[in-house]
């Protein structure tokens, strides 16, 4: 068993940190700033990334960056590569190495992670470039009849031959199945495909011998769907999501780090904070430490302030500061709604004195 990769797992999760996701495809990525009218170019997508990840004081809140194949070897306007940015702040770097999603052969309703072939030469090539994890996502859909056995199955698989690739490759895999948020569903739906699910990877994972000190775990929560009328209360979504992890998610691992997978900020974050408090409607206390891994519920209100002008970017990494914030009192069980209020008007978190600090 290797020590390091344990530490660096450990690492990922301690100071009730979490990761900030900026791995979106280039696809995904435009889409996202076409709805700002943001330009779709790659110079652009540079000028975002590097807007986040130079935040400044980011570093007290996030402990890893997960960026894309396009971003790794990038550079900021001062000629500096990301990679040093994130090092010199003591930010772990990460790479998103699945290749996206296809339609599952006999199943085209749903979808097959790929990016297996040649991974392991890819990872040689990032952990040389300094990256120290590794991410890889699967999607599942609820609908009439699915997830599939055979979607299960497979994703399970791939995501166990990914995890093996990269402790072999001295990284730490973050093993991402997400159950889509998108549908109808009940929370119970929810739950039992979820369950389903992880229970199918994890044992995939143990078949293919992969150590679980050392791996990152990044579910969805257990939430309604989007489009369901009934919608329930951050207490439920705790409740249901700390009794799916508990019944498939072996105490070894270190770190169950949520995906926000569509869900506001701040109702992310209260969920969160749900499922980290005590109390009699709360869990309480479980084996791993229950923490974020935010894409889209941190960076959704600082592209809105951003909207591709350098003059706004000040206040857009306040946003992304005061979300990080957040996600890190609800770690801890801290977080209370009130916090959302000192954005002055709406986008500041914090005093103008405190502003002039964070930006000098
Ligand atoms: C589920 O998406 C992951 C977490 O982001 P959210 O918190 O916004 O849900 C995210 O890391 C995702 O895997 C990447 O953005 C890559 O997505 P694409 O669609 O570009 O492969």
Request: aromatic content about 6%.
């Given at each position: 068993?290797?020590?390091?990769?344990?530490?660096?797992?450990?690492?990922?999760?301690?100071?009730?940190?979490?990761?900030?996701?900026?791995?979106?495809?280039?696809?995904?990525?435009?889409?996202?700033?076409?709805?700002?009218?943001?330009?779709?170019?790659?110079?652009?997508?540079?000028?975002?990334?590097?807007?986040?990840?130079?935040?400044?004081?980011?570093?007290?809140?996030?402990?890893?960056?997960?960026?894309?194949?396009?971003?790794?070897?990038?550079?900021?306007?001062?000629?500096?590569?990301?990679?040093?940015?994130?090092?010199?702040?003591?930010?772990?770097?990460?790479?998103?190495?699945?290749?996206?999603?296809?339609?599952?052969?006999?199943?085209?309703?749903?979808?097959?992670?790929?990016?297996?072939?040649?991974?392991?030469?890819?990872?040689?090539?990032?952990?040389?470039?300094?990256?120290?994890?590794?991410?890889?996502?699967?999607?599942?859909?609820?609908?009439?009849?699915?997830?599939?056995?055979?979607?299960v199955a497979a994703?399970?698989?791939?995501?166990?031959?990914?995890?093996?690739?990269?402790?072999?490759?001295?990284?730490?895999?973050?093993?991402?199945?997400?159950?889509?948020?998108?549908?109808?569903?009940?929370?119970?739906?929810?739950?039992?495909?979820?369950?389903?699910?992880?229970?199918?990877?994890?044992?995939?994972?143990?078949?293919?011998?992969?150590?679980?000190e050392g791996m990152?775990?990044?579910?969805?929560?257990?939430?309604?769907?989007?489009?369901?009328?009934?919608?329930?209360?951050?207490?439920?979504?705790?409740?249901?999501?700390?009794?799916?992890?508990?019944?498939?998610?072996?105490?070894?691992?270190?770190?169950?780090?949520?995906?926000?997978?569509?869900?506001?900020?701040?109702?992310?974050?209260?969920?969160?904070n749900a499922m980290?408090?005590?109390?009699?409607?709360?869990?309480?206390?479980?084996?791993?430490?229950?923490?974020?891994?935010?894409?889209?519920?941190?960076?959704?209100?600082?592209?809105?302030?951003?909207?591709?002008?350098?003059?706004?970017?000040?206040?857009?990494?306040?946003?992304?500061?005061?979300?990080?914030?957040?996600?890190?009192?609800?770690?801890?069980?801290?977080?209370?709604?009130?916090?959302?209020?000192?954005?002055?008007?709406?986008?500041?978190?914090?005093?103008?004195?405190?502003?002039?600090?964070?930006?000098?």
């Amino acid at each position: 068993m290797s020590g390091d990769l344990e530490a660096m797992a450990q690492n990922l999760v301690a100071g009730a940190k979490g990761l900030l996701a900026i791995d979106e495809s280039i696809g995904t990525c435009n889409r996202r700033f076409g709805r700002f009218g943001i330009p779709q170019t790659s110079e652009m997508r540079r000028s975002w990334r590097e807007t986040l990840i130079t935040t400044p004081g980011l570093s007290e809140f996030i402990s890893g960056a997960i960026l894309f194949d396009e971003t790794i070897e990038q550079k900021a306007s001062n000629g500096t590569r990301f990679l040093e940015i994130l090092a010199g702040v003591g930010i772990a770097a990460g790479i998103k190495v699945d290749t996206g999603t296809v339609p599952l052969a006999g199943h085209p309703d749903e979808k097959i992670t790929e990016g297996l072939d040649g991974l392991r030469q890819r990872l040689e090539r990032y952990s040389m470039l300094g990256a120290s994890f590794a991410k890889w996502r699967a999607v599942f859909a609820i609908d009439h009849g699915t997830p599939s056995a055979a979607s299960v199955a497979a994703n399970s698989n791939a995501l166990a031959r990914y995890a093996a690739l990269c402790q072999e490759a001295g990284m730490v895999p973050v093993v991402e199945p997400e159950v889509l948020m998108r549908g109808t569903h009940s929370i119970q739906e929810c739950e039992e495909a979820t369950e389903t699910v992880l229970r199918s990877v994890f044992v995939a994972l143990q078949l293919h011998g992969v150590q679980l000190e050392g791996m990152i775990l990044k579910p969805n929560m257990v939430v309604p769907g989007a489009d369901s009328p009934n919608q329930v209360a951050a207490e439920l979504v705790a409740q249901a999501t700390v009794r799916c992890l508990r019944r498939v998610v072996p105490a070894a691992v270190p770190g169950v780090l949520f995906l926000s997978g569509g869900q506001p900020g701040p109702i992310a974050t209260a969920r969160l904070n749900a499922m980290n408090s005590t109390g009699p409607d709360r869990p309480g206390p479980q084996p791993w430490a229950l923490g974020f891994s935010f894409g889209r519920a941190i960076q959704q209100p600082a592209l809105a302030i951003w909207g591709g002008a350098s003059s706004e970017r000040g206040d857009a990494q306040l946003s992304v500061l005061h979300r990080a914030r957040c996600n890190t009192a609800a770690r801890q069980g801290l977080y209370e709604p009130a916090m959302e209020n000192h954005q002055t008007p709406a986008i500041h978190p914090y005093s103008a004195a405190e502003r002039t600090a964070l930006l000098a």
